[in-house]
């Protein structure tokens, strides 16, 4: 496993396994990678703007110690007492669920999305194939990659592991006609820069259920990830998962930088304080007004959280 990550996530960006440099011969691996990340738009206005957006507020995430440790359950407990388990979500707009899937089984899909995620970048690189048949839009894409996943066995069954475990709070909270919409693996790399806060959804009245979102870690993520340790303390993955009423979102995260989340802030209010960008947002960030949640995690934790909650990806500063 440490042999293929270091392979394939060389801090000098692209270093290809030989079957995949192989079948890319016909055009250079150097256009592969210009071909991707020109159809990748990674350099577009929008995207720039959301970077420097997004440097702008780590700067003062960073200096933000108004930390809570995530409220928490452990899977077994969230599958008997659901109810409880939801009780919490409600009240933060998150919860942790720990142990939703075994070592093992995190292994087993980490390393199979390392494998997807250079076919699909080989794909848009050296064939028609359009970046978003492959790869969903996410923020902040340098060296960042949502990569669209198929149902295969691998995923399947990691998926049905932690439905075993979690489908009865998903129920609870997002109803029981929920189905899966997407799947998808995010991966930073080293040199990828945070996210700008933001929520995944917007505020619909008509959505009664609560939408959520699950991350589930493919390997322990601790806040320490910094650029002093070895490889395999950065290299984190995570498996989200998003329910919808009526439908569900599966995405599965491979990621070297751990999440921040802000509790309560799944309201209009919060949206328009977003919006804003005055004061109480700043005040946000600075952690004076009111408490974050960092997204670490013990491989095979989950974090479930309203889709509609202000959170964003960090940095992998490797
Ligand atoms: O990676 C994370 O922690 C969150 C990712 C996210 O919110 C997004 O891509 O929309």
Redesign the pocket.
Known sequence: MRGLVLATRGCSGFRLPTTWAGRALHLGVKTVRANYLKKSKAASQVERTRVLTALGEHRLLESNANRLAAPSVLASAAAKEPIAAAAIFEQHGLVRVDGVLLPEECAALREHVDTLLLSSIESVGSTETDFLQLFGP??CRTARY?VLLPMDATVRSAVQQVMAQAAPVIRELAGAKASLCELSA?V?DPGSVP?PV?H?TALFEEYSRKRV?M?VALQDIDENMGPTGEWEQFYSC?F?TTFLPFTMVFCC?I?C????LFPHTNTPEWHRVLRLRGKKFMELLEGSSQSHVL?TMSAGDAILYDTNLL????ANKR
């Open positions: 996410v923020m949502d995010l930073s996210q933001h995944d979102s991350l995570v989200r995260v990621r930088h751990t999440s921040v997204g959170h964003c990806g960090g």
